[in-house]
């Protein structure tokens, strides 16, 4: 199959011009729904996540991505979800925003309303190690993306930050006004594509942008069929207490037992994967709905903070499985706790996450147990 060869998108089939399109007046009565939205980075984890939950709300989606981290079958299967009803709404083009002529070909077949973009890579210690690989990949990528947005006429961006961009913050729960900081190559690229949408922004103030900082995304959709599925060993903890889970791997090692805290390992605000892609939709209506939003960030997190080996517990009580665990020194650059201030989000999204870590576990053990070996086949 050609990369590009399911195309025959809306636009194709409604003749619009760039400046009187019929979606336009109906921005600013909520009309969102039968918005266009390209979403980068679709097939990925957050990704597919919540281009299912933007098409159960009616929006017509595209995704380019490039695979790199992701499977096709995601996107499949995230079709499956959406019924045939919503199905038809959604077109997959393999592409990589490195490569201009992916974006031209994405961008002259369909007019979109707005741009979530995702595409990225995100692991700290490969970034560390390759630190070209990721400045070439999130930075040039995105600066292209902002390149072809500028051209087709479409300035709405939801944005995919971290709170990496806090850094090792010296208070908690962390604002969105307090001073960033870099640890590592990727924390940097979150930070500089940060100061580079504030730039874009303030020089065209045409730009409505959304940074959304997310905490620790984990969990599942509850079909148990889409879900987290990283290529060889994983470096988050939730992903590997799963593999653990599964008997993929024999024992979780847990990086840190004297950290000042109740039970001395290192605490972390984990939040539902379906809440996340949740706080997507309530951006993106922000950004339809407000003429004059500026470059703006939010945290996405619940506000609570977990422990590693609270975690590994509620894993345990979730799956009924026996997660062996090593106590193992410190992972460098971690920081003690870190958790989000949710009450801007609250506020000015009108979002607020209601999953807790029952959930989260309940959910990413029958996404686990389903999917062992995620979209691959046992090896
Ligand atoms: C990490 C990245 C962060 C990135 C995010 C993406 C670091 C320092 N930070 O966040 O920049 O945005 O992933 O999802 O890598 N843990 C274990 N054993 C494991 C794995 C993790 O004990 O096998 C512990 C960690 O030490 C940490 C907690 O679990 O205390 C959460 O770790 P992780 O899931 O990697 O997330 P972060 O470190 O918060």
């Known amino acids: 199959?050609?990369?590009?060869?399911?195309?025959?998108?809306?636009?194709?089939?409604?003749?619009?011009?760039?400046?009187?399109?019929?979606?336009?007046?109906?921005?600013?009565?909520?009309?969102?729904?039968?918005?266009?939205?390209?979403?980068?980075?679709?097939?990925?984890?957050?990704?597919?996540?919540?281009?299912?939950?933007?098409?159960?709300?009616?929006?017509?989606?595209?995704?380019?991505?490039?695979?790199?981290?992701?499977?096709?079958?995601?996107?499949d299967r995230v079709r499956d979800l959406a019924g045939s009803s919503r199905s038809g709404n959604l077109q997959f083009h393999v592409g990589d925003l490195r490569n201009k002529e992916d974006l031209e070909k994405v961008f002259s077949r369909t007019r979109f309303d707005a741009v979530i973009h995702f595409a990225g890579l995100k692991a700290v210690g490969e970034s560390v190690a390759k630190p070209s690989l990721y400045y070439n990949n999130n930075l040039i990528g995105t600066l292209n993306l902002f390149e072809f947005m500028t051209k087709y006429g479409c300035k709405k961006?939801?944005?995919?930050?971290?709170?990496?961009?806090y850094g090792q913050p010296e208070t908690i729960p962390c604002v969105e006004d307090f001073q960033l900081m870099a640890m590592n190559p990727y924390g940097r690229t979150k930070l500089f594509l940060?100061?580079?949408?504030?730039?874009?922004?303030?020089?065209?103030?045409?730009?409505?942008?959304?940074?959304?900082?997310y905490f620790n995304p984990v969990g599942a959709d509850m079909s148990g069929q889409i879900g987290e599925d990283p290529k060889g060993i994983p470096n988050n903890l939730m992903p590997y207490i799963q593999q653990v889970a599964v008997g993929r791997l024999p024992v979780l090692n847990v990086f840190g037992?004297?950290?000042?805290?109740?039970?001395?390992?290192?605490?972390?605000?984990?939040?539902?994967?379906?809440?996340?892609?949740?706080?997507?939709?309530?951006?993106?209506?922000?950004?339809?709905?407000?003429?004059?939003?500026?470059?703006?960030?939010?945290?996405?997190?619940t506000g609570r903070g977990t422990s590693v080996l609270e975690m590994v517990a509620a894993f345990e009580k979730a799956s009924g499985k026996k997660i062996p665990v090593k106590l193992c020194p410190r992972r460098p650059g971690d920081a003690t706790a870190v958790?989000?201030?949710?009450?801007?989000a609250k506020k000015e999204l009108g979002w607020k996450a209601k999953y807790g870590i029952e959930e989260m576990c309940r959910d990413q053990w029958n996404w686990a147990r389903k999917n062992p070996w995620g979209y691959r086949p046992q090896p």
Request: proline residues 3%; contains cysteine.
């Open 1 to 75: 199959m050609s990369p590009f060869s399911p195309l025959l998108s809306w636009s194709q089939t409604h003749s619009t011009t760039l400046t009187h399109h019929p979606l336009m007046a109906l921005e600013n009565h909520h009309q969102e729904s039968s918005n266009s939205i390209l979403v980068t980075g679709g097939a990925g984890f957050i990704g597919t996540h919540t281009v299912l939950q933007l098409l159960n709300e009616g929006y017509r989606v595209s995704i380019i991505d490039n695979l790199d981290n992701s499977v096709e079958d995601a996107v």
């Open 157 to 165: 961006m939801v944005f995919s930050s971290s709170a990496t961009v």
């Open 339 to 344: 958790y989000a201030s949710t009450e801007k």
């Open 257 to 301: 037992y004297d950290y000042p805290t109740k039970d001395g390992s290192a605490i972390r605000d984990y939040i539902h994967v379906v809440d996340l892609a949740d706080g997507h939709i309530a951006a993106l209506r922000k950004i339809f709905s407000k003429d004059h939003i500026g470059c703006v960030a939010y945290n996405l997190g």
């Open 194 to 213: 940060e100061e580079i949408a504030r730039d874009i922004q303030k020089a065209d103030p045409e730009w409505r942008i959304i940074l959304l900082r």
